[in-house]
């Protein structure tokens, strides 16, 4: 079995554009499309499960989708199929449309319809991914330009074309004669820490992924040969298929040829070195900040008070943490100091306190209380609080050394990093 199609829906889930489904009715979409919208009007705050169940003439199946922005991509499958297969083609796919279009947007995808349903085709083929390597794409589906669409419209000739041979070159990610004045790569560690906090202040759980990407700009045929400071604390590894694998099981060290442009070099997850003893709790990765809540609760109110406090060497920037205060909140009342707002939604119910950035070792406090309007307030038993680190990464993965054989010439390369995190502080 394969990927039955995909869909994707606009801002209304009404559906803008889809594949053409070879191998099941006219129905079978549609059955797809209302089984996520059914879902979305029993849910008010618009949080559904990632995969729900179909039932159709053709059998049990499962509708997963994606939110992106203001769209939601519909993916059907049936029979055994993984759904991370299915989620792992979205990805990709969204991937190849933000780096065609920009934003991808209701707007972008009408403006650009041609490009985007070309982009389906190539990249899947009767429900098998076909092509999804970004630069040979670019060579079957010319990216978008505003330049050439006023000069079609004009009627005028000698644009540029799609190459005629797209897989000429023997090597699938990289096309051959490419020649730039300046050869140089870049690579940008992106590293996100997912932890949950218990309301003793202990860490009962943290990870963190990591991708590295990479922007080539190389002449010719370039012979990379990549080494780390501290590559044993990497686990989880996913490659991109340019990657020589034995090279890096024996060495620790990545061989590739690169492909041209943007690129996901391998995505990881860090692993902090942890201690020898067999009764020792596994080792967690340190907080930046931590956030003492406290809600008091009274028959019909509830008063609030958030405490956070940077461990931080560095500034953190674009903390948010949000507070469901219970379906019957009202009369929300809170105050904060400078350099923070608070806002409060009363669809969702939700109390979002936005801090532009946390200096190292400051301490920031939110108080306010609020009204239930049927008796007891009941709200979530824990916060979420979402942050950034520019220039900072968990693991302090570091390149050693980065060799490059094949041609003749010096590139320039440089490295940076960024952390972002996702913590749950139970109540």
């Known amino acids: 079995m394969a990927i039955d199609g995909l869909i994707i829906l606009d801002s209304t889930s009404r559906p803008i554009i889809q594949t053409s489904f070879r191998t099941t009715s006219p129905s079978y979409p549609l059955l797809h499309v209302d089984a996520v919208n059914e879902a979305l009007q029993k849910t008010p705050n618009g949080q559904i499960d990632p995969i729900i169940y179909v039932s159709s003439q053709h059998g049990p199946a499962a509708c997963c989708h994606l939110k992106v922005g203001t769209l939601r991509l519909l993916c059907p499958i049936r029979g055994s199929e993984d759904p991370v297969f299915a989620f792992a083609f979205l990805q990709t796919f969204v991937d190849t449309l933000q780096e065609y279009l920009g934003e991808v947007s209701t707007a972008s995808i009408k403006d650009n319809f041609d490009v985007v349903y070309q982009l389906l085709e190539e990249m899947l083929d009767d429900g098998n991914p076909l092509t999804t390597e970004s630069s040979t794409l ?197 105050t904060v100091p400078a350099g923070g707002t608070w806002g409060f939604d009363p669809k969702t119910t939700k109390l979002r306190w936005e801090i532009a950035v946390v200096s190292p070792s400051s301490t920031h406090v939110l108080s306010g209380y609020y009204h239930s309007s049927n008796g007891r307030p009941r709200p979530s038993r824990s916060l979420i609080s979402t942050f950034s680190i520019p220039h900072h990464t968990f693991s302090s993965l570091k390149i050693d050394q980065l060799k490059l054989t094949g041609e003749t010439y010096k590139p320039y390369k440089g490295m940076r990093g960024s952390g972002s995190g996702h913590i749950e502080w139970r109540i």
């Open 138 to 334: 670019r060579d079957i589906v010319l990216p978008p330009s505003f330049y050439n669409k006023i000069m079609s419209l004009s009627g005028v000739s000698g644009l540029s074309k799609a190459s005629a041979n797209p897989f000429s070159s023997p090597i699938p990610w990289r096309k051959l004669g490419l020649k730039y004045n300046n050869n140089e790569i870049y690579f940008d560690l992106v590293e996100e820490l997912d932890a949950v906090v218990d309301k003793a202040g202990v860490i009962v759980t943290s990870e963190v992924w990591g991708k590295a990407k990479s922007h080539s700009r190389l002449s010719g045929t370039p012979d990379l040969l990549l080494t780390f400071a501290n590559p044993q604390t990497l686990s989880n590894l996913s490659f991109h298929p340019c990657i020589r694998i034995p090279r890096w099981i024996r060495d620790k060290a990545l061989s590739f040829v690169p492909p041209d442009g943007k690129f996901v070099l391998f995505s990881y997850r860090y692993s902090p070195p942890s201690s020898n003893s067999l009764t020792a709790p596994a080792s967690t990765v340190p907080l930046p900040f931590i956030v003492k809540p406290k809600v008091v609760f009274e028959e019909k109110s509830a008063t609030l008070e958030f405490v956070l406090s940077s461990r931080s060497r560095g500034p953190i920037e674009n903390v948010v943490v949000e507070f469901d205060l219970g379906a019957s909140a009202q009369g929300l009342n809170c």
